[in-house]
Structure formats: structure tokens, C-alpha cells
């Protein structure tokens, strides 16, 4: 396999379930059926929502030439956490809200490329955030991954002790969406920029709206300025984990999301539902030219 991770332990174990994904790897010294299953994937996917990752799959079918009409199967749906849908190499994976959620399947389909000795996988994520200073609609690309406090680190408490870790993203993979995906006549912006990704939505984002809210518009403002100062265009919360891991493995990996709204110019997303879905297909298109052009070479 090209991948090898960084947890010299796997390589003692005889079988390896993947809990949340319902995935049993029975013999890890022989995984034919998994090579044969997952083998060819060569781009992983992942967003939000099932429904999302159901209507991107149907999506890349046409992208990708695909004749299937049928409704796309959830692969991982009797394990009533996160949905799985396959279309030819691609795999388009639910990784909830957040970093906790989005790392627990993200570990096990990093095990899951390497137990089907795939080859070179590039992991993506497309989503929605809150835009920094662009107008709502803009689709941004992640170059480095910053925490709630400003750095360009991912930070995570293992075995009672604080481990910091860089969150950059693969600049080969950020430059080749741009390069492949954006083009003049969209009628939309393709950026690449820096991205915030916090572990809470309403405080954590500076936002006034939550339940709790312990500072005024001014402190969130000057906030909000300092990130825009720093080359961050928007704020979601899964980039810092998502970059660190993929980093700390040696996995290409790239990160691209549409803004719903300036949190310069306030804190509720006031777009239709129909604007919102057709803010939601921009990065399906980017990322669609992407593969398209990565499984040419």
C-alpha cells in the first residue's frame, strides 16, 4: 500500500472494525474483500449532511459518465451514523458538525483507504461557512487552518496533555482546484484564502446570536477584523483537525466551501432556501473539475 499511517500498533492487530462506518476488516493480514470493494477509490470526499454527499454522488455521475439511474446506496447506512455512497473511485462520506464528529470517520476512513491499498487518495472536504469580508456565494479554498485563538495549529487534549499540530493544506491540491476548478465565466469567485475552523458555532464565532454572549458588537468586530488581517476569508469548524490529521498522515487533502453569508455585515444567514441550494452546488462544480482532471492524469 502507499499509505502508511502514523500508529505502528495497527500493524499488530489481526482484525480492525470500524465502528461508526459498520465496516468489519476480519483479517487485516488479508483484505481482498476490502481491496476489492474500496480498491479503486482514488478522491474521498466528505460534507456536512447525507443528503448533501447523496445529491454529490448523483452529482459526479455525470461528471464522471456514470449510466447508474438508480438511487445511490448508503453503504454504512446499518451503522445509522454516517452515510457512504460510492461512485466509481470517489466516495462521498457524511462527517456531521464539527471537528469531534468529522475526526471520528475521519481516522476510520483513513484506515479504510489503507486496509484497500489505495493508491495516492486525495480527501476532500466541501461544505458551507461564514464568509470574511466576500460576498455570500463565493467559493473559498482553504490554504492554512486556523484554530478558534488565531493559529495556524490544530490543538487537541491526548492523555491529559495539550498536543499542538500544524494545519496546513496540501498547496499541490489547493493550487490544482483553483487551477482546474475555477473558471472566468462562473459568475461566481473562486479564492484561495486562510480558513478558521472553531469548535463552536455561536461564541466561538464571535457570533451575538447564541444563548450565552459575554462581549458586545465592537469586541466582535475588531475580532472579526483581526481574522481578515490574518488572510482568513472565512469560519467554519472542521479545517484545523481536518488539515493537522491529513497532515500528520501524509494524505493530500484540500478544503472547499461556499460562504452563506459576510459576518461582516451580521451573524444570520438571511438567504432563501433556493439561493442556499444553489450557493451549495458551486463547490460541487469546482470540485467536479477537479476529479474530472485528476483521474485524466
Known amino acids: ?92 462520506v457524511s462527517h456531521g458538525v464539527g471537528s469531534s464528529t468529522f475526526s471520528v470517520v475521519l481516522h476510520e476512513l483513513l484506515k479504510l483507504v489503507k486496509y484497500a491499498r489505495c493508491q495516492d487518495p486525495v480527501f476532500l472536504r466541501i461544505g458551507t461557512c461564514g464568509g470574511v469580508g466576500v460576498p455570500p456565494g463565493t467559493v473559498v479554498v482553504t490554504k492554512d487552518a486556523y484554530n478558534g485563538l488565531l493559529r495556524n495549529e490544530h490543538e487537541i487534549a491526548i492523555l491529559g496533555e495539550r498536543v499542538v499540530r500544524p494545519a496546513q493544506f496540501s498547496s499541490c491540491v489547493t493550487t490544482d482546484l483553483l487551477k482546474y476548478g475555477s473558471h472566468a465565466e462562473d459568475g461566481f469567485q473562486t479564492i484561495s484564502a486562510n480558513t478558521m475552523g472553531t469548535d463552536c458555532f455561536y461564541e466561538g464565532q464571535g457570533r451575538l446570536d447564541g444563548a450565552i454572549c459575554e462581549y458586545t458588537e465592537e469586541d466582535k468586530m475588531a475580532f472579526l477584523k483581526k481574522c481578515h488581517s490574518l488572510g482568513i476569508f472565512n469560519i467554519e469548524m472542521e479545517a484545523s483537525m481536518f488539515a493537522s490529521v491529513t497532515q500528520k498522515v501524509g494524505i493530500k487533502a484540500g478544503d472547499v466551501c461556499v460562504t452563506l453569508l459576510n459576518r461582516l455585515n451580521g451573524d444570520q444567514v438571511s438567504i432563501t432556501m433556493e439561493q442556499k441550494h444553489e450557493f451549495e452546488q458551486r463547490p460541487f462544480l469546482v470540485v467536479g473539475r477537479y476529479i474530472k482532471k485528476l483521474l485524466e492524469q
Do not use: E, W
Not at 6 to 31: C, E, R
Open 1 to 92: 500500500s502507499s499509505i502508511s499511517l502514523a500508529n505502528p500498533i495497527l500493524g499488530t492487530m489481526s482484525s480492525d472494525y470500524l465502528y461508526h462506518l459498520n465496516i468489519n476488516v476480519a483479517s487485516t493480514k488479508d483484505t481482498s474483500d476490502i481491496q476489492n470493494r474500496f480498491g479503486d477509490v482514488r478522491v474521498v470526499c466528505t460534507g456536512g449532511t447525507a443528503s448533501r454527499m447523496r445529491d454529490l454522488a448523483l452529482y459526479l455521475r455525470g461528471v464522471l459518465g456514470d449510466k447508474d439511474t438508480s438511487d445511490p446506496v448508503d453503504l454504512c447506512s446499518s451503522g445509522q451514523r454516517y452515510a457512504l455512497y460510492k461512485v466509481g473511485p470517489v466516495l462521498c
